[in-house]
Nanobody, 117 residues
Framework: QVQLVESGGGLVQPGGSLTLSCAASRSILTFYSMGWYRQTPGKQRELVET???????NFADSVKGRFTISRDGAKNTLYLQMNSLKPEDTAVYYC???????????WGQGTQVTVSS
């Protein structure tokens, strides 16, 4: 069973920065892809940014130029650097990992990010 543990959320003022971390219980290079999603009350979970095993990234237009996904294979950790934060970035952020064999998807417990003055 794969465990993903997020950390780094909190309260930040508009224009500020935060870095989220996602620690995996096994080598992150065994995953087909990993990524970050976010969800606000009453809305569906939405993609923020993902990275494939080969390093290809995919991101939402709303975070383009502001958020950057990265990973450290030695630490089995995925990161999301968030800059120029806006109130509309307020959400619970979830870490996600996908395997192909077997076909499975894993989620962390989520970390709250609140952008407010």
């Amino acid at each position: 069973q794969v465990q993903l543990v997020e950390s780094g959320g909190g309260l930040v003022q508009p224009g500020g920065s935060l870095t989220l971390s996602c620690a995996a219980s096994r080598s992150i290079l065994t995953f087909y892809s990993m990524g970050w999603y976010r969800q606000t009350p009453g809305k569906q979970r939405e993609l923020v940014e993902t990275i494939s095993r080969g390093g290809t990234t995919n991101f939402a237009d709303s975070v383009k130029g502001r958020f950057t996904i990265s990973r450290d294979g030695a630490k089995n950790t995925l990161y999301l650097q968030m800059n120029s934060l806006k109130p509309e970035d307020t959400a619970v952020y979830y870490c996600n990992a996908v395997t192909l064999v077997p076909r499975s998807e894993y989620w962390g417990q989520g970390t709250q990010v609140t952008v407010s003055s």
